[in-house]
């Protein structure tokens, strides 16, 4: 087959990621024709629009069970295989709890703009996962990336919210900067963009400077998209001055989308000098992530900020998978596994503190929980169970997560004193993180007799939570349909 038709072949194998990007953009255009008014209109739209884009999440997931991974589509701007049918269902999965979490809670007054970004920024990462050239790869991450702007300043007027935004806009571009000088010297190293081409540049005995020069710069740029060290600072400033339905979704989109591309550009056999430079510096950043990013959270005293601190922790958990997955060849099932896990106890956690701040009560202080289970009762038990999967203690999908990349980090064992290291640092790790989020927990139950119960209850985040807990509970026993 020629380009062209490599081209199609690929954009028919893309029909999910297509049928989300369209209706991204139906549902922008849609904002054109509905009208605002009183309260009750209002209530309307949110419903229209809330429907609108869990049909859509819908059609792309029906859309899935028409294809077959084809043997050979290695010229074209996608390849299917296992790894892109992942990140599709990590797509939806989080996309879906995302528009039950934003069902309530969005900005009235752009309501049409709110679905329609988030919508296209779930279609982005399909895009991401199956890409087959640098071209592509850069064209899913801006998908995901351009509408965050969009929604930063949207969700929140008020000064905190246009910091927010402000500050992951230049930050943004700062990385995107980086990222595209370093896919500009792979494609001057291999001739190609191409990412099979690029592999065998990767895979050689000999690889030029210039090769490790572009993926360190390459890892830069995704670097602030997992905020991980040093290119997290703008986390716990936007997380704490945006809305909580936007901060669920930069805790987990842009998360996946970064790593997702650091799996399609490092998910090869790299050669003998690409490995060592690169393995140490990923063993180094993850280090650095896990200890700043539990120190730093152990330190707050506000709940949004601690938040983006253990977002950053678990970017470091996941770094050191994909440095397993880089030193071993191996599947990446496990960093899927933990990212699906990740998506269920974090979403479920910002869609308990939704409901709870939906209905009265305040959630910017972690003393705010103070004897929230008196108030909420259904709210509180949800989040405390997504905080024991955070800790990764037995009977939640975050044991097993963890555990995991324990055991890919340490399977050499004493042969491998590096990875061992690494592998009790991240046991280390793990004991600092439960400490903290045992904190937030015991906040939950502490006993008083004068709290106004909280009576305003909205269904979508009820249900939101309900099904983050469920999958928590169940992907214990099947960790690997995670």
């Given at each position: ?176 900067a980086f990222f595209m000088l370093g896919l500009s010297y792979l494609f001057g190293t291999s001739g190609s963009t191409n990412l099979q081409v690029i592999y065998q540049t990767l895979g050689s005995e000999t690889a030029s400077k210039l090769t490790i020069v572009a ?268």
């Open positions: 087959m020629d380009t062209l038709e490599f081209t199609i072949a690929s954009l028919k194998l893309m029909l999910p990621a297509i049928v989300l990007i369209v209706g991204g953009c139906l549902l922008l255009c849609s904002g054109l024709i509905m009208k605002s008014g009183d309260q009750h209109r209002v209530h309307d739209n949110r419903n229209a629009l809330g429907a609108l884009s869990m049909l859509f999440i819908a059609l792309a997931g029906f859309a899935m069970s028409f294809r077959e991974i084809p043997a050979d589509l290695g010229s074209g701007l996608f390849r299917l295989d296992e790894s892109a049918i992942a990140s599709e269902r990590l797509a939806l999965i989080g996309g879906a709890i995302l528009v039950l979490i934003s069902w309530s809670t969005a900005p009235k007054r752009f309501l049409a703009e709110y679905y329609g970004c988030l919508v296209i920024m779930l279609g982005g990462i399909p895009l991401v996962g199956a890409a087959n050239d640098l071209v592509s790869l850069f064209l899913g991450l801006e998908l995901v990336s351009i509408p965050t702007y969009i929604l930063l300043g949207i969700v929140k007027r008020d000064n905190l919210g246009m910091e927010a935004a402000i500050k992951y806009f230049l930050m943004s571009a700062f990385s995107a993926l360190l710069f390459v890892l830069c740029g995704l670097a602030f998209r997992i905020t991980a060290v040093p290119f997290h600072f703008y986390a716990p400033d936007v997380f704490e001055g945006t809305s909580l339905s936007m901060a669920s979704a930069m805790a987990y989109l842009p998360k996946v989308a970064g790593f997702v591309a650091l799996i399609r550009l490092l998910g090869t056999q790299l050669g003998p000098d690409v490995m060592s430079a690169v393995v140490p510096i990923l063993l180094a950043c993850s280090a650095l992530t896990m200890i700043i990013g539990n120190f730093m959270a152990a330190a707050q005293a506000n709940l949004r900020r601690l938040l983006a601190y253990s977002s950053v922790a678990h970017s470091g958990y996941l770094l050191l998978a994909l440095a397993a997955l880089v030193r071993n060849n191996a599947e990446p099932v496990v960093l899927y596994s933990y990212l699906a896990a990740y998506a269920a106890m974090t979403l479920g956690f910002f869609a308990c503190l939704a409901e709870i701040e939906s209905a009265g009560g305040k959630t910017i202080m972690i003393a705010d929980l103070s004897g929230m289970f008196y108030r909420r009762p259904a709210a509180s038990i949800g989040m405390a169970i997504c905080l024991l999967s955070m800790i990764g203690l037995p009977l939640t999908a975050g044991f097993w997560a963890k555990f995991l990349v324990f055991m890919s980090t340490t399977a050499a064992g004493m042969e491998d004193p590096i990875s061992l290291g690494m592998g009790i640092l991240m046991a280390v790790n793990a004991v600092i993180a439960a400490a903290y989020y045992w904190r937030v927990m015991s906040k939950l139950f502490e006993s008083s007799d004068a709290y106004v119960p909280l009576r305003v209850f909205r269904p979508s985040l009820f249900l939101a939570y309900t099904i983050c807990v469920v999958l928590t509970l169940v992907w214990f026993f099947v960790p690997y349909a995670m």
